[in-house]
């Protein structure tokens, strides 16, 4: 894993009127490891990986690209991917793939979807159709992989396989920034840490270190964290 930075934030801040979505968060997205976004819902997760993907543009600060040069800098799976009824996985595949010239078998083995390559889009499951929005986000070979909520509504079992495509990914030397309310498959998966709350930043960290903190698994380390008192705390090491 290298601790170079993929993507850094100065004081990012995003408004819609007058709400503030996200309010002055500085942090570092670390290459070739996963980077979890933990916090309730309406903390700014999703603002934040809007922002750093370039989608949304911020109402202040800035965001820094540090990664590799590439065809394609981002890839990125939405909460609710949607694919063009009609086709099949291996068309689906195939139709990404021939936009930056790769290779859309290399896609489909790359989250095990190989075995239904000839099944219409229409008849995937949930979790099969979120590893189909991987294998998308893969094509180009990106530096940065953007997951929002992937293993959202899956059962167990499909979110362990999702997780289990996310390690792998990321083991090839790409940088993962993921939110997940999924807090045990977080907590194994993800190298680092990033707390949010109402829009703010509250805590980064290595799960490791979080649990040291307030000496118990991540669901309680997480409660403890929005519960305490420790104020806002900004990116610079492991606390």
């Known amino acids: 894993m290298t601790t170079d930075p993929y993507l850094s934030t100065d004081e990012l801040t995003k408004s819609y009127g ?6 002055s968060v ?3 997205i670390p290459g070739t490891a996963v980077t979890g976004l933990v916090g309730p819902n309406g903390s700014g997760k999703t603002t934040l990986l809007e ?19 590439a065809v394609r800098r981002f890839g990125y799976l939405p909460q609710r991917p949607t694919f ?7 068309e689906t595949a195939a139709f990404y793939a021939g936009l930056v010239d790769d290779d859309p078998d290399r896609l489909l083995d790359a989250v095990g979807l190989e075995a239904v390559a000839d099944r219409p889009v229409t008849g995937l499951s949930g979790g099969m159709t979120r590893l189909l929005g991987i294998a998308q986000a893969l094509a180009g070979d990106p530096p940065v992989v ?12 499909m979110s362990e396989r999702v997780f289990d495509a996310v390690e792998s990914i990321a083991a ?9 309310h999924d807090l045990p498959l977080v907590e194994r998966t993800a190298d680092r ?31 403890s964290l ?14």
Not at 226 to 239: F, H, I, M, Q
């Open 193 to 223: 840490l990033v707390v949010l709350e109402s829009g703010r930043l509250r805590e980064t960290g290595s799960p490791e270190s979080l649990r040291e903190r307030t000496g118990g698994p991540l669901q309680e380390t997480f409660t």
């Open 18 to 23: 007058d709400v503030t979505a996200l309010d």
């Open 226 to 239: 929005l519960a305490g008192e420790s104020g806002v705390v900004t990116a610079g090491g492991d606390r």
């Open 84 to 90: 063009r009824p009609g086709f099949t996985v291996a």
């Open 51 to 69: 922002l750093l993907l370039g989608v949304e543009r911020p109402t202040l600060g800035t965001v820094e690209y540090g990664g590799p040069e």
């Open 26 to 28: 500085t942090l570092e």
């Open 146 to 157: 953007v997951l929002d909520e992937p293993a959202s509504g899956l059962d167990p079992a």
């Open 172 to 180: 090839e030397g790409r940088a993962v920034v993921l939110s997940s």
